[in-house]
T-cell receptor, first 115, second 106 residues
């Protein structure tokens, strides 16, 4: 089975721009979660989608949004980019993450640099 | 919500020695505890996990123990090898520990 794929792998943007990142989960996985990883804050949960519905959301401003399509592929969008948004954005998929009982499989991440 | 603390933040051992990383969690409803290994330029990869109805789980050189009463769980790596060098994360629910950078010296 192919693993979780994320595109693009690297991205450079300037402050004020917006960006869209894409994630394709493992075939058959319906839950997709997004995380932001920075040296200072570690791995922080952004949101989780299941069957096109956002089920859980972390403590991030409204500039961070996401969606999930009927084929379970997911996108996240960051608007009005700030320097502090520079990070590795990780996507993880799972069969279903209810009660966080199922294994999450991570993609390689998208490295976003905001100049 | 859940809060996860992980110690130590860095750990250096000689090849062949054992390494132990500890995590504590706050939410007694948490019942699944994975450990991930992250190598440079890659996403975290699951190396072992444990569910709350089990106290210990072992997979070759890697073991995880869980103490539900004390709300802590630990990763044990025996006979460490240089390729074990990486950052290790524990997790409970959507929360991750801050990570432990393990260096195994040849």
């Amino acid at each position: 089975k192919a693993g979780v794929t994320q595109t693009p792998r690297y991205l450079i943007k300037t402050r004020g721009q917006q960006v869209t990142l894409s994630c394709s989960p493992i075939s058959g996985h319906r839950s997709v979660s997004w995380y932001q990883q920075t040296p200072g804050q570690g791995l922080q949960f952004l949101f989780e989608y299941f069957s096109e519905t956002q089920r859980n959301k972390g403590n991030f401003p409204g500039r961070f949004s996401g969606r999930q399509f009927s084929n379970s592929r997911s996108e996240m969008n960051v608007s009005t980019l700030e320097l502090g948004d520079s990070a590795l954005y990780l996507c993880a998929s799972s069969l279903d993450i209810v009660n966080y009982q199922n294994t999450q499989y991570f993609g390689p991440g998208t490295r976003l640099t905001v100049l | 919500g859940e809060n996860v603390e992980q110690h130590p933040s860095t750990l250096s051992v000689q090849e062949g020695d054992s390494a132990v990383i500890k995590c504590t969690y706050s939410d007694s409803a948490s019942n699944y505890f994975p450990w991930y290994k992250q190598e440079l330029g890659k996403g975290p990869q699951l190396i072992i996990d444990i569910r709350s109805n089990v106290g210990e789980k072992k997979d070759q050189r890697i073991a995880v123990t869980l103490n539900k009463t004390a709300k802590h769980f630990s990763l044990h790596i025996t006979e460490t090898q240089p390729e074990d060098s990486a950052v290790y994360f524990c997790a409970a629910r959507e929360r991750f520990g801050a990570g432990t950078r393990l260096t195994v010296k040849p």
